[in-house]
């Protein structure tokens, strides 16, 4: 386990968010996400050639516990060995053997390089043990976020008409279910 700088990460993530959507969550609200016993936040932190993923519960000291190690090979990034940088996170609660992802994005430097689905991986592979539902909703017209979570799994199963504002659109409610039950229903 290793701390974080609270500040840094909540800055971090608010610039992350700022580049990512027309309505970003505020520095209160990201904090208040990091604070909520339910909530877990998942990031991805590195550098041109390596990144790891990290993950801690929210409403504790922030104590992090790395998941995984990926390579990566990126030659345009103009940082020096060493310097880490915020690559991506997700916001998710926790509650029972249900979870919602609630926030994700990827830093623009770092899309197209598998770190969303790595931090998509690292999410679900984190709550297997007790979690066999899951479930997201995203704006109808992100047909790259659609297809990396229907390549996931997650199947539509609902809309929201009129969910998202600035601009006014529908939000597609997506699930994916694990448990015993629903594999059971697959055959």
């Known amino acids: 386990m290793a701390t974080i700088d609270e500040d840094l990460m909540l800055r971090q993530i608010s610039r992350i968010e700022t580049d990512n959507f027309t309505d970003p969550w505020s520095v209160d609200s990201l904090w ?46 103009n940082k020096k060995p060493g310097d880490k940088l915020l690559m991506g996170y997700i916001i998710a609660t926790d509650i029972a053997d249900e979870s919602e992802l609630l926030r994700i994005a ?61 601009p006014k659109e529908d939000a597609v409610i997506y699930s994916l279910e694990t448990g015993p039950y629903y594999k059971l229903s697959e055959m």
């Not at 430097?109 to 007790?130: E, I, P, R, T």
């Not at 047909?143 to 809309?159: N, P, Q, R, V």
């Open 106 to 166: 990827v830093a623009d430097k770092f899309k197209g390089q598998g770190v969303g689905k790595q931090l998509m991986n690292c999410y679900k592979d984190s709550l297997k043990d007790h979690c066999d539902k899951y479930f997201l909703e995203v704006r109808a017209s992100n047909d790259g976020a659609k297809a990396l979570y229907e390549k996931m799994g997650y199947k539509a199963i609902s809309t929201r008409k009129d969910y998202y504002s600035d």
């Open 32 to 77: 208040g996400s990091m604070a909520r016993d339910y909530n877990l936040i998942y990031f991805a932190l590195g550098n041109e050639k390596r990144y790891s993923i990290y993950s801690f519960r929210g409403g504790q000291k922030i104590s992090v516990s790395c998941l995984i190690d990926i390579e990566i090979d990126d030659t345009e990034l």
